[in-house]
């Protein structure tokens, strides 16, 4: 048994008292001009600093991107295992690393609002929240460091810190910061990546207290009031409130603007005698809090309107007006988002326009791409999430087909239906097709991706159908179908009945498509039979060689000479749709594809031929359909013969496609009632 004692001890090993030293650093002004004069990157600005700590998790190319589109790994949340990852969305996550960048580097973007905008559920929260997080842990690292300072108290005194952690060389007067600036930035030529050091902004209104006082005790000696100063390091914190704020629209008769910039400490004005007194103000506004970092206005439009005048002051001139203070500078990104209904209003409100002529706005829109769907419900619907429930292939796939659907807006080509552009955007093929089709059908539809379902709507119906269907040991597609259509009656974001039919339509679609998946499947399983595939490969090549070379094939039992099969051969080859007209270029590229292997000494194998492959295990799956006798599933009399052959299948379909024993039960019995309809049809 392991003692508590022990497990302590392994923690307080794991503690590292020097990186607490070094996240904890004080020093003297002297010693910070050092740091910076070595490190001059310590002095960035909060766009700059955003901008250095998404570029250093590293990126990566994106496959199939004609455009040389690129991934950000920040996004990706590695420090979390992928918790709050983002998944698709690589072109507004570009643009909105293109703003960090233009504001980074000055070009007029770090005087805007940064709007996410987009629908309910589209990760507009989760990119903000990853960006604080960030932050954050960043402003831990040595890459990340950032200073501010304090004034030492008499003695015995506490030091009385900054309360908006700024920058320590706001302390050097504005008629020498030229000087100094030439000395701290001597070794940088102007090349490179070195940072050059800027001086912006002066001191918050109680550091320029404390500076007066002191000039005054000191009868000017600048050099003595910066010795009257501790230099520490700053580490972000949203939930210690240092450098990051948080900002939510409240009841109209609540809310109040020293929310955002400060209110008079009542209780100090007895103390020091005046409301104008700095020593009698909190400076605790989110403003004041998110100075040097990052602030998020959650649903910003929904602020009213005398919050909209600190807001514009912020973001185009730098500043804060604190009630009975001067205009302060501020150093922080102000990122807001909302949804369209918000953004209407905004677009349609003529008292607005100095907000929207200071907002970047970026779109966030759903996912559009299938398998980044997909990646969103694995993430919480899993092996290790959900416990003694199986889910059944296909079964989030489906869903998460239906969701995309929901979101894509009906291609004007009329040869395409909704279902083949789904798997265009999710990197498959079809004939006609090239990567500019492809861009040109995203570009067409201007608003996809920004209307559809949510994927919290999807999730909340696969955790209902997990809690209904609990004796089920495998949840399957036709579980969450039911639960997703059901749903639509009470879904109160769908503005009409004509949008909940055309829902429910796509559910119909859904259903054909993964009929034809698992159809595709149980037949694999039942033609996987490598020996029987072997041989009719075997045969098939014999008689396309013959064919191709105007040769007789000899018959194996016979021992005769006979003309190619031709049979044999088009059962085969209409399989995959090879049309009769077709069948000698098919037949020689199969003979030219099996002589280039030869010469590189290589040996044919059909799972190498994806084409030639499929249209065998189709062959085979004829052959032995009816011995296998599926649809005696349906009647449930099952001689014992059938049964061998049926678990042998089962088998594979556990083996090879992830089913267990329930869902290989299931999808049989579906498929097999799908045949037996065809063979009554038939008849």
């Known amino acids: 048994m392991v003692h508590s004692d022990s497990i302590l001890d392994r923690i307080s090993q794991r503690q590292n008292p020097e990186v607490y030293r070094q996240e904890h650093w004080q020093g003297s002004f002297q010693e910070y001009l050092d740091i910076v004069r070595e490190k001059p990157y310590v002095t960035r600005t909060g766009w700059q600093r955003l901008y250095d700590l998404v570029l250093s998790y590293g990126t990566y190319p994106v496959e199939g991107s004609k455009e040389g589109r690129i991934r950000y790994k920040f996004f990706d949340d590695p420090e979390n295992d992928g918790r709050d990852a983002i998944f698709g969305l690589t072109k507004p996550l570009m643009e909105l690393v293109n703003v960090f960048q233009s504001a980074a580097k000055k070009y007029g973007s770090e005087r805007r609002v940064l709007l996410l905008h987009g629908p309910v559920g589209s990760s507009k929260s989760t990119i903000a929240r990853l960006l604080k997080r960030g932050v954050e842990r960043y402003s831990e690292t ?407 070379q105007k040769e007789t094939v000899k018959n194996k039992f016979t021992g005769q000479s006979e003309e190619p099969d031709e049979r044999l051969m088009r059962s085969i080859e209409e399989r995959i749709d090879i049309p009769d007209t077709r069948k000698d270029d098919f037949r020689r590229e199969i003979m030219n594809y099996i002589g280039a292997l030869s010469l590189d000494g290589k040996q044919f194998d059909y799972k190498t031929n994806e084409r030639l492959q499929k249209a065998l295990e189709l062959k085979l799956f004829e052959d032995q359909k009816d011995t296998i006798k599926l649809t005696s599933l349906v009647s449930n009399v099952v001689d014992a013969d059938t049964q061998v052959k049926i678990d042998i299948v089962k088998g594979r379909l556990i083996r090879d496609f992830g089913y267990n024993e329930e869902s290989a039960t299931d999808v049989l019995q579906y498929v097999a009632s799908i045949f037996a309809r065809g063979d009554a049809k038939s008849e």
Request: charge should be negative.
């Open 142 to 548: 040595d890459e990340g460091a950032l200073y501010s300072f304090g004034w030492k108290g008499e003695e015995g005194e506490d030091i009385t810190w900054c309360p908006m952690r700024e920058e320590p060389l706001h302390l050097i007067p504005n008629s020498d910061r030229g000087e100094l600036l030439e000395y701290l930035n001597a070794e940088n030529d102007g090349e490179g990546d070195r940072h050059t050091v800027e001086i912006n902004g002066d001191l918050c209104p109680l550091c320029r207290f404390m500076f007066n006082q002191r000039l005054e005790k000191y009868d000017g000696d600048w050099t003595r009031v910066v010795k009257d100063t501790t230099i520490r390091r700053v580490i972000l914190s949203e939930q210690d409130r240092i450098g990051i704020g948080t900002f939510q629209p409240k009841d109209e008769k609540n809310q109040d603007s020293t929310e955002l910039t400060g209110d008079i400490n009542y209780r100090k004005i007895a103390e020091f005698g005046s409301e104008s007194d700095p020593r009698a103000f909190n400076f605790d506004g989110e403003f004041n809090v998110a100075n040097r970092g990052l602030i998020e206005f959650i649903e910003v439009l929904k602020l009213d309107v005398a919050f909209l005048y600190d807001l514009l002051g912020a973001s185009q001139e730098h500043k804060i007006k604190p009630k009975k203070f001067a205009q302060t500078d501020i150093d922080t990104v102000i990122i807001g988002h909302t949804n369209e209904p918000e953004y209407r209003k905004l677009q349609s409100n003529e008292f607005m326009e100095a907000l929207r002529d200071r907002t970047v706005k970026i779109d966030i829109p759903y996912v559009t791409k299938l398998s980044e769907e997909i990646r969103i419900y694995e993430k919480d619907y899993n092996t290790k999430r959900v416990r003694g429930k199986h889910i059944a292939p296909h079964t989030l796939e489906i869903a998460a087909m239906w969701a995309v659907l929901s979101r894509l807006e009906e291609p004007k080509n009329a040869g395409l239906t909704l279902m083949q552009k789904l798997k265009l955007y999710n990197g498959k093929s079809l004939p006609g097709f090239t990567l500019d089709n492809i861009e040109h059908l995203r570009n067409e539809a201007k608003s996809e991706g920004l209307h559809g379902i949510s994927p919290r709507y999807v999730q909340d119906k696969v955790s209902n159908a997990l809690v209904a269907n609990g004796t089920a040991t495998s949840l399957n597609p036709f579980m969450i179908l039911n639960e997703l259509e059901s749903g639509l009656k009470h879904h109160s974001l769908i503005p009409n009945d004509e949008i909940r039919e055309n829902y429910r339509h796509l559910i119909a679609v859904v259903k054909e498509e993964y009929t034809d998946i698992v159809k595709n499947e149980v037949q694999r399983a039942i033609a996987a039979d490598e020996e029987s595939l072997g041989r009719l490969c075997s045969n098939y090549i014999d008689n396309v060689k013959a064919y191709t």
